[in-house]
């Protein structure tokens, strides 16, 4: 077995922690702003120094190789630099990172590889600053159209398209990863819940991310006066609303253990607190591994009742998507490497969804989840123990070692 360096990476980790300071152990690095072009020329300087071969594609995503002794294609390690506002120094950011501290150990110990070995960082993750989330790796594996996402601007009206020409990180289509040029993709992730230290385990073997749908749930009624209006003559849609959220907390609740839903978004028409609401929406987030649970939950949504204190009620589908397995012999080295290197693991589904998920339909992937201290994630209070995130890329190296000797 080989071993990463302890040291070096906490090193990194401190490095990049500047980049994006929020002040209270967090960073707001939004995708492509000043703060992520540090991260980025950082990751380029020491890309350089160890004698790497840089590229940029057509998105800013970045590519830094060691080359293999034969001509075969590359195993790509990678994860995204872009944190969300006031977000922590471990999400994404852990991936390249140990990605790197990867290429680094194989480098500085000069240990041969077959297969050239590649760093990478996606392009705006996040979607905090262009929605939506996973948008490069989303364009690089067809999910989304590049024109339309060109044209995806932020708060100050500046577009992605203008935002990354302007980054000098434009590269070539060419470089793109994809399926002739790369053999294999592996991203090491925090959890970002609770699971993993609740149990006292070190590693997650992730074997897929969940699949989920997302509804939107309308009550309508009637506005009228908050002061004159008798409670027995209202309709009022939030009331209705309610009604509906407390009953869905108890139909979902019974579904299945592993099942999370989540109400995460209310609009409330007019929103003023001297007039009864005639139009309320909410959002509903579930997610399962099973499609089958998924499936149990759109039957309980079909089966709202169409009134609720005399308002209507409706609802659609906003998006939905399939659980996506990872390549389950990469999935058994992970566990094989946690095992030999003597960390206790636990295999799990990832909830959140990520880079890794895309590429999976174009290359064989899989992920690696290190804990999140009592599960915070997308806060400046997010931390993963620097044992933890070594022993991560600890597995992250061997299992990259065993897929190049595959
Ligand atoms: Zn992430």
Redesign the pocket.
Same mark, same amino acid.
């Given at each position: 077995m080989h071993i990463t360096s302890k040291e070096r990476l906490q090193e990194k980790i401190a490095a990049w922690s500047a980049f994006g300071d929020a002040g209270h152990g967090g960073i707001t690095r939004l995708s492509l702003s000043a703060p992520a072009l540090q991260a980025r020329a950082e990751f380029a300087r020491r890309a350089k120094e160890l004698g790497l071969t840089l590229e940029t594609d057509d998105l800013g995503n970045m590519y830094a190789t060691r080359s293999g002794s034969e001509k075969l294609p590359r195993i790509a390690m990678g994860? &995204?630099m872009d944190s969300v506002v006031c977000g922590g120094n471990y999400?994404?950011i852990l991936g390249v990172l140990t990605g790197l501290e990867v290429v680094e150990t194989l480098a500085r110990e000069k240990i041969p590889t077959r297969h050239p070995i590649t760093a990478m960082v996606w392009t705006n993750?996040e979607g905090a600053r262009f929605p939506p989330a996973m948008m490069c790796s989303g364009i690089v594996t067809g999910k989304f159209d590049k024109a339309a996402m060109m044209a995806v601007k932020d708060k100050e009206g500046v577009a992605f398209g203008e935002a990354l020409e302007k980054s000098g990180y434009l590269g070539d289509l060419s470089k793109r990863l994809n399926p002739s040029d790369y053999a294999a993709y592996l991203e090491l &992730?925090i959890e970002q819940g609770p699971v993993l230290e609740d149990a006292g385990i070190t590693l997650g073997v992730v074997e897929g991310v969940v699949g989920m749908c997302n509804y939107t749930i309308q009550t309508r009624g009637q506005s009228d006066h908050a002061g004159t209006t008798p409670m027995n003559k209202r309709q009022d849609a939030l009331h209705a609303a309610s009604q509906l959220i407390c009953s869905l907390y108890v139909s979902l609740g019974a579904i299945d253990p592993d099942l999370v839903f989540t109400f995460g978004h209310i609009d409330c028409h007019p929103n003023v607190h001297t007039v009864i609401p005639d139009e309320v929406s909410f959002s509903l987030d579930a997610r399962h591994r099973d499609p089958a649970v998924v499936g149990r939950v759109v039957e309980a949504i079909k089966a709202l009742p169409r009134e609720v204190v005399g308002c209507a009620v409706s609802f659609q589908e906003a998006w939905s998507r399939n659980t996506v397995p990872f390549h389950k012999p990469f999935v058994d080295l992970v566990q094989k490497n946690a095992e030999a290197l003597g960390y206790s693991w636990k295999r799990m589904y990832s909830g959140p969804g &990520?880079d890794a998920q895309y590429v999976q339909d174009m290359l064989p992937s899989t992920m690696i989840f290190v804990p999140s201290i009592r599960g915070h994630s997308h806060c400046e209070e997010e931390k993963t123990n620097l044992d933890d995130c070594w022993k991560g890329a600890n597995v992250l190296l061997n299992t990259v070692l065993d897929i190049d000797r595959a």
């Open positions: 994860s &995204h999400d994404g993750e &992730h &990520h």
